[in-house]
């Protein structure tokens, strides 16, 4: 098992999870902002008000806003996304902390609204970009190589409310402003920027809803996959113009897809699971234009696309340098009913029976990552990075305050050392962030207790607690894996 010298480790965050500072020094608010906490068994909701002054919530997957509501923070909810784990002031300690595990690397996301706060604006909000810089000249003093998404599931409600979002064309031009001034401020303290976080969930999370999955959603899905492929495009050829040194990656949400059985009908729906929901996405960013399948997918669905000849030549023209992905679980598909049903909140398929789960209903398949960096490596032949991978789980602190997380050194150690072995097949492996590296506010649920950090920090799923940042038992057991460059672990 050899990891290559010069090897990335680290660990990855998302701004809206865990920054906080939700309106502070200008930033604008996101449609994050306006979602309430939830559990693994109840929706996250989000809160709206009518012009006549009432108001209401609508759960966030599925839900259908009123005509002429508008989203709206109420009284009587808890908004976890405000405070996050306010990492707004803590950025200096939490770095540190993971200078002392050893990172070489910290993902994180930049909030578009924190730069422009409607997202339509001419002029950047300099309060914002002096908090980034400070944060990357931080990493910098640590010698820790940011990886900067540009978008992670935060576009500006103004631009949801005033311009419909990503099914507007006109985002696209939005978004070309605000990735050129980081771009332009930034050069010289980042060098690697990833364009949209898991980009392809937007058709993938359609299959959640079964058959509520309507022809309008996928139209207004593809859609807005190719207006985001354009800006991606776009923002790979501005970044090689304004530094040659930039490096722009894809960001994939990563699933490995099982056939349930060997009836021909479960391998062929096996394939299109891929083909859907894996490979239609990393195509685009990855070879600069539709895969021959994407004229079944949009036959399937009467998906028109508004596409023009120079967009197919900006996707040609913007291909990524890297290709990234999260990596959780696998998931198992087939045709025949389905006895035993996964439960995770991206998976809703058959559960494999030679897999263990977690609290969350997900599967624990280390092979599968090797699987999947082995598939997408001969895919597209070029450099891979794990950016989200990890446990989350319910951790308890002990009376003398020490965290012992046997269960998440056991998953990461496991996934690592799959990672290893692809490495040695051939596979070009350039960096691992595990995600969460410091607790935060789940994406999906809103909940604290569902914990992936080797950092403890002292919030529960009510908003109360101290903020205090406790080190867990997996934070010296990744510092020995990074000082060994993945030898021990």
Not at 284 to 298: E, H, M
Not at 314 to 330: A, K, N, Q, R
Request: hydrophobic share 35%; charged share 25%; glycine share 8%.
């Amino acid at each position: 098992m050899s990891f290559k010298e010069g090897f990335y480790w680290g660990g990855a965050t998302a701004a809206n999870q865990c920054e906080g500072a939700w309106n502070e020094d200008g930033r604008g608010p996101a449609e994050t902002d306006m979602l309430t906490a939830g559990s693994n068994h109840s929706p996250r909701m989000l809160t709206y008000q009518m012009p006549d002054g009432t108001t209401g919530a609508i759960p966030r997957t599925g839900g259908k806003l009123p005509e002429g509501a508008k989203l709206a923070v109420l009284d009587g909810y808890y908004y976890p996304n405000h405070d996050g784990i306010d990492f707004y002031h803590h950025y200096k300690e939490d770095i540190a902390l993971m200078a002392e595990m050893g990172f070489t690397m910290f993902r994180m996301s930049i909030s578009w609204s924190r730069i422009f706060p409607r997202g339509d604006e001419i002029e950047p909000n300099q309060k914002g970009i002096e908090f980034y810089r400070n944060v990357f000249k931080e990493l910098k003093k640590y010698n820790i190589e940011p990886l900067v998404t540009l978008h992670h599931f935060d576009t500006p409600l103004y631009l949801e409310e005033n311009y419909d979002g990503w099914n507007n064309r006109k985002t696209i031009e939005f978004f070309d402003r605000y990735a050129k001034v980081c771009f332009e401020e930034y050069k010289g303290l980042v060098k690697y920027w990833l364009t949209f976080n898991e980009i392809n969930n937007t058709v993938m999370f359609l299959e959640l809803f079964g058959d509520k999955a309507t022809k309008e959603g996928y139209q207004r899905a593809y859609q807005q996959l190719h207006y985001q492929f354009i800006a991606s495009a776009h923002a790979v050829k501005m970044a090689h113009a304004i530094d040659p040194d930039y490096h722009v990656g894809c960001m994939i949400c990563g699933i490995t897809f099982y056939p349930g059985t060997s009836d021909p009908k479960d391998i062929l729906l096996n394939r299109h699971a891929w083909e859907k929901n894996i490979f239609y996405c990393g195509d685009v960013q990855s070879k600069g234009k539709y895969p021959t399948f994407a004229k079944r997918l949009w036959k399937e669905q009467d998906v028109q696309l508004d596409i023009t000849k120079q967009d197919e030549q900006d996707l040609m023209e913007g291909c990524v340098d890297f290709y990234t992905f999260s990596y959780y679980m696998s998931t198992v598909v087939t045709t025949h009913a389905i006895e035993d049903k996964a439960g995770g909140n991206f998976s809703m398929g058959a559960k494999n029976p030679y897999l263990k789960y977690s609290d969350w209903g997900w599967a624990f398949d280390p092979e599968g990552l090797k699987y999947y960096l082995e598939m997408i490596y001969d895919r597209y032949e070029k450099p891979l990075m794990v950016v989200e991978n990890g446990l989350g789980a319910v951790d308890k602190v002990e009376e003398d305050g020490s965290i012992h997380d046997d269960y998440r050194i056991e998953y990461m150690r496991d996934h690592i050392k799959e990672m290893g072995n692809a490495i040695d097949n051939g596979v070009d492996l350039i960096a691992y962030t595990s995600w969460g590296c410091i607790d935060l506010v789940s994406a999906g649920t809103g909940e604290m207790k569902k914990r992936y950090g080797m950092i403890y920090v002292d919030k529960d799923d009510e908003g109360n607690g101290t903020f205090e940042r406790r080190k867990k038992d997996s934070f010296e057991w990744y510092k020995k894996v990074i000082q060994s460059n993945g030898k021990i672990i």
